[in-house]
């Protein structure tokens, strides 16, 4: 089945800094790459999200990118804020009728002020 | 458009009780997955069902747990005789069925968790 790893488990930066996050995946069919954000005691939300027929998607402050020939992608937050601190996942999801999506450990962002 | 509903959001049982968590999906989506989360770990996966069918159990553990999702009604993870490790949040996510545009790779949506406590 599916693989998905994640570094780092934990990241500081100052705010206004950028953080990144990389995962990486091991069924090259996978093709649905989807990020999700989760604050302390509350769900996981689904902040940005890549198909493998993209390289690179943006929205504000946040992009995602894709190199589907080394199975790896990466979340890029820009102009951090004290907001952005939570725990960030990254994903993977097969194509066909079975949709089992397989999450990274996650990464606990920290933005200092 | 409400989102996915889960429920109890907090539930405390004594070790051998049972524990009954509900939940139904977003309107129009017809795949249900359940992830447990221990404290400051990530997310992990149990079981994935549709309506009267269960697809993937491979993260269930053998013995105590048990899923459904019935033709009518809210899927519910069932935990016979708890015991402190399985102190947990329970999330319940969802998704669409394919779609043309969208045959593979669908947006799950999560719920906002049952907080299990076994005490």
């Known amino acids: 089945g599916e693989n998905v790893e994640q570094h780092p488990s934990t990241l500081s930066v100052q705010e206004g800094d950028s953080a990144v996050i990389k995962c990486t995946y091991s069924d090259s069919a996978s093709n649905y790459f989807p990020w999700y954000k989760q604050e302390l005691g509350k769900r996981p939300q689904l902040i940005i999200d890549?198909?493998?027929?993209?390289g690179e998607k943006k929205d504000q402050r946040i992009a995602v990118t894709l190199n589907k020939t080394a199975k790896h992608f990466s979340l890029h937050i820009t102009e951090t804020q004290p907001e952005d601190s939570a725990v960030y996942f990254c994903a993977a999801t097969p194509p066909g009728g079975y949709q089992k999506v397989t999450f990274g450990i996650g990464t606990k962002l920290q933005v200092i002020p | 458009n409400a989102g996915v509903m889960q429920n109890p959001r907090h539930l405390v049982r004594r070790r051998g009780q049972e524990a009954r968590l509900r939940c139904s999906p977003m309107?129009?989506?017809?795949?249900v997955y359940w992830y447990r989360q221990l404290p400051e770990e990530g997310l992990k996966f149990m079981v994935y069902?549709?309506?009267?069918?269960?697809?993937?159990e491979s993260g269930m553990p053998k013995e105590r747990f048990s899923a459904e999702f019935p033709k009518e009604g809210p899927s519910i993870l069932r935990i016979q005789q708890v015991v402190r490790g399985d102190s947990a949040a329970y999330f319940c996510?969802?998704?669409?069925?394919?779609?043309?545009?969208?045959?593979?790779?669908?947006?799950?949506?999560f719920g906002e968790g049952s907080w299990l406590t076994v005490v």
């Open positions: 309107k129009g989506h017809s795949h």
């Open positions: 069902l549709q309506k009267e069918n269960i697809i993937d």
């Open positions: 890549i198909r493998s027929n993209v």
């Open positions: 996510a969802s998704s669409p069925r394919d779609t043309p545009h969208y045959p593979s790779g669908n947006t799950i949506y």
